[in-house]
């Protein structure tokens, strides 16, 4: 049981490139997030999906697109990414109220 | 809005020296109170919920308690592997997203 996985682990981009973040959990969990974690301004959550198949947005949705491809695998795409994106980025799945993250992905972006 | 404001921002103790980190909300309707431990460079670590006021729940060393207004975070005895970020977050009754707060880095010396 891996519990919450992210790939990559580390990821360097130049402005305007993209990419798309990857995030599996195998416990079976309906509901799933992504964050982003600054210094100084904590977790804020981009967007979330509370089943397979919905997905609405966080406090911070701009700049980002996600897809819900199945009940286990929720990934992040940045279509063009910009220095303002640098950050860790965190996945998480939720069961009864209570969330389980995933180790996070440093992105920066040059 | 919903908010979640934790005190202090950093703490260094002697280990063995007992001592709180509290967290402040402000919800229209709490569904539930969340602490997680965040150590450098993980995701956050899933700790305790607490439901209601006058809840109590503990584990080793740590001892989480919640008033209608903010929640502590005990900690007794503690040794140098409880250094770590703890992280405060809420979830409002009907939301399906956590609102945290900035953490308090708790730092115990040997």
């Known amino acids: 049981n891996a519990g919450v996985t992210q790939t990559p682990k580390f990821q360097v981009l130049k402005t305007g490139q993209s990419m798309t973040l990857q995030c599996a959990q195998d416990?079976?969990?309906?509901?799933m997030y992504w964050y982003r974690q600054d210094p100084g301004m904590g977790l804020r959550l981009i967007y979330y999906?509370?089943?397979?198949?919905?997905?609405d947005k966080g406090e911070v949705p701009n700049g980002y697109n996600v897809s819900r491809l199945n009940k286990r695998e929720f990934s992040l795409r940045l279509e063009s990414a910009a220095p303002s994106q640098t950050s860790v980025y965190f996945c998480?799945?939720?069961?009864?109220?209570?969330?389980?993250f995933g180790p996070g992905t440093r992105l920066t972006v040059t | 809005e919903d908010q979640v404001t934790q005190s202090p921002e950093a703490l260094r103790l002697q280990e063995g020296e007992s001592s709180s980190l509290n967290c402040s909300y402000t919800?229209?309707?709490?569904?539930?109170l969340f602490w997680y431990r965040q150590d450098p460079g993980k995701g956050p670590e899933f700790l305790f919920t607490?439901?209601?006021a006058g809840e109590e729940k503990e584990k080793e060393r740590l001892k989480a308690t919640l008033t209608k207004k903010e929640s502590f975070l005990h900690i007794t005895a503690p040794k140098p592997e409880d250094s770590a970020t703890y992280l405060c977050?809420?979830?409002?009754?009907?939301?399906?997203?956590?609102?945290f707060g900035q953490g308090t880095r708790l730092t115990i010396n040997p």
């Open positions: 919800v229209s309707g709490l569904r539930g």
């Open positions: 416990m079976n969990h309906n509901s």
């Open positions: 998480a799945s939720n069961i009864n109220y209570e969330q389980y």
């Open positions: 999906s509370a089943s397979e198949g919905t997905t």
């Open positions: 977050a809420v979830q409002d009754q009907g939301a399906q997203k956590l609102v």
């Open positions: 607490l439901y209601s």
